[in-house]
């Protein structure tokens, strides 16, 4: 019988945890130290718990770290790395250093329902929810874990569609009795789930990123199928009515198409649209998939447009381009594992 994972869990779960096993109730804070403060890899390394709690523990639970099956390093020092998740499945991480600042860009599901036409994870379809222990494993296990400032939520799938785990997750990141980082360390972006979104702003502090990519409504139809059932003007009006205090950021990641959603139309539209709301747009260059029609436009073209959202009152950013010689575009990687393992 397969073991249940102690990585992962909260507090709370501990505490369960505890009860369930007969421990004492304080073995529960003891264990939160063990996994998320100090670096161990078994139970028997526990050694402020008694050596016969151990075996008790051992009996029917696992640390449940488990490291990553395979690398790629881009010259510009992104590394991109596979985790096997969900019995045999693949998702992608990504680590990315930059000046002081050292992301990691975490995965929340493998596949994705949503079906983004620019996007090769949602050309996979949906595999499955990660765990909170799969999430966070990816952070954990990573080898440049001890680099690491800031975590994005940006990989493989829809993280406000397995928003159980997700905050899980942030709970423990976020927690004086897991890793204590600062929730301004912490992004996680959405299609814009309506639901999900009231519930993430409610339960955690952490950073919102909304994909916007067009500002009207059938255009975004076409790129992004979300919008059929949650448009973005219903997102937009939770986020207004949304009391965010001053740490706290929104921001909309745009991924600029080369005639199509690059034109003054979409600048006029975009300042009207976000008025009102104190948020940033990223500008993010379109990483190029097999059999798509889109490209980017060039970086003059980039940078006019993103001094012409500047100049309407709207901070707005390029996001380097990170990469694009390791399969940048999120999905390309497990998509070519995933070929591999299905030849005979
Ligand atoms: S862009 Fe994100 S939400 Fe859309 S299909 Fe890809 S992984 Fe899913």
Redesign the pocket.
Known sequence: MQKEKLFGKTLNELVAVTKRVSLPGFAALQIADWLYKKEISTIDEMTNLSKKMREVLSNDYELGLSAPVSEKESPDGTKKYLYNVLNNKFIETAFIPDDDRATICVSS?AG?????I??????QGFQGNLSSNEILNQFRSLPEFNRLTNMVF?????PL?NIPEVLKTLEILTSEWGYGWSPTRITV???GLKNSISEFLEKSRCHLAV?LHSPFDEERRDL?P?QRTNTIKEVLDIIRNFDFNSQRRVSFEYILFKGMNDTPAHIKELARILNGIKCRINIIRFHKIPDSPYSSPDMDYTIRFKEALNAKGILTTIRASRGEDIGAA??LLTTLEQNKTRKP
């Open positions: 599901q994705c329902k949503m079906g983004c620019f996007c090769m994870t949602g050309r940006m990989g493989m799938g829809e569609d972006s959405t299609v994909s992004m979300i999120c999905g």
